[in-house]
């Protein structure tokens, strides 16, 4: 059993990239890993500063870092951050996969000085220090409106 943490838009994101995310996060968890999907699982009545101690603890007790990246999304980059300074600073290692739901979320290597570029550079230094073995992830995940 893993515990996988995603990093995700929250506030901004859309009725169906949610449902996709949480079809995800389902198919993670039937699979016998432990999910935490910041909009299912984090008190979002909760003050901001209550939020990120939340978010940051998950992230510290995760063994894996999914990112759907949205360069929009403030708190993704706060996560981000907070991931990025355990694995690579601290060295509270975190495998670290980009995922990517659809068109809007593809990566290139052609993204220059980016946050997108950043990520793929983060994964291509865990694998060449061995530790993981990282890939780019295509998510397709069907689900139905209830």
Request: aromatic share 8%.
């Amino acid at each position: 059993m893993k515990r996988i943490y995603i990093i995700c838009s929250v506030r901004d994101a859309s009725l169906e990239t949610k449902a996709a995310l949480e079809a995800y996060a389902d198919m993670l968890e039937d699979e016998g890993h432990q999910v935490y999907l910041p909009h299912r699982d984090a008190n979002q009545k909760a003050t901001w500063l209550e939020i990120c101690m939340e978010n940051g603890a998950a992230i510290t007790c995760a063994d894996e870092i999914h990112i759907f990246w949205d360069q929009k999304s403030t708190g993704s980059h706060f996560d981000l951050g907070m991931a990025f300074m355990m694995d690579m600073l601290i060295g509270n290692k975190k495998r670290v996969s980009i995922m990517e739901i659809g068109e809007a979320g593809r990566f290139t290597l052609e993204d220059g000085k980016s946050f997108k570029r950043m990520l793929i550079e983060w994964t291509e230094e865990q694998d060449k220090s061995g530790l993981y073995e990282t890939t780019i992830d295509d998510i397709i995940v069907e689900y139905k409106r209830k």
